[in-house]
């Protein structure tokens, strides 16, 4: 059996799946990165805390990619409840409030959030992610109608990736610090 056929995808089960993705979202954040490998690799803009990812497993599970032990990858569940909980992504919150998706205002339709997904350096390339995403769908389609995220303009290789899998770009915005985000959503 090679590498790619041991790869597990499944949802996030315990706190050493949790401490799992914490390990790799360290390793992802531009503070951990160059600057050469963040424009060509991609990021992670959120660190997350046990505490937090707990409370957002608890209201719904995460897709992870693993091999025996080890995250490998990772696609985080989050729903409108933790709106308040990340201020980071308050100005998303508030512009979904402005957004009308297929005439219906996007506050008012049930989605789910993708709250962050990574790919361990050395298993980019495979289709892990797209993995992660069919895997994520097939979780959370029984509840919610999509799933919805944001993607900094500046992350080329995520805004490609999501795209590729079926996200359409629904609405862009500047924060104030002057980035541009993309809101994204795949409509399943």
Request: with cysteine; glycine share 4%.
């Amino acid at each position: 059996m090679n590498e790619a056929e041991k790869i597990r995808i499944t949802t996030a089960e315990s706190d050493q799946d949790l401490q799992g993705i914490l390990s790799l979202q360290q390793q992802n954040l531009p503070k951990n990165i160059s600057a050469q490998e963040l424009n060509s690799q991609g990021f992670v803009t959120i660190e997350h805390s046990l505490v937090l990812l707990q409370k957002m497993h608890t209201a719904e599970k995460s897709i992870i990619a693993k091999i025996g032990d080890r995250v490998i990858g990772y696609n985080l569940a989050m729903t409108k409840d933790f709106a308040s909980e990340i201020p980071v992504l308050s100005h998303m919150f508030s512009q979904i409030e402005k957004i009308t998706y297929n005439d219906t205002a996007l506050h008012l339709i049930n989605f789910i959030i993708c709250g962050q997904v990574c790919v361990a350096k050395d298993y980019r390339g495979i289709g892990l992610m797209d993995r992660m995403y069919l895997h994520y769908r097939d979780v959370h389609k029984p509840k919610y109608s999509m799933i919805l995220t944001e993607i900094a303009d500046h992350n080329p290789r995520s805004v490609k990736a999501h795209l590729r899998v079926g996200f359409e770009i629904i609405h862009s915005y500047s924060s104030p610090n002057d980035t541009r985000w993309h809101i994204v959503i795949w409509n399943w």
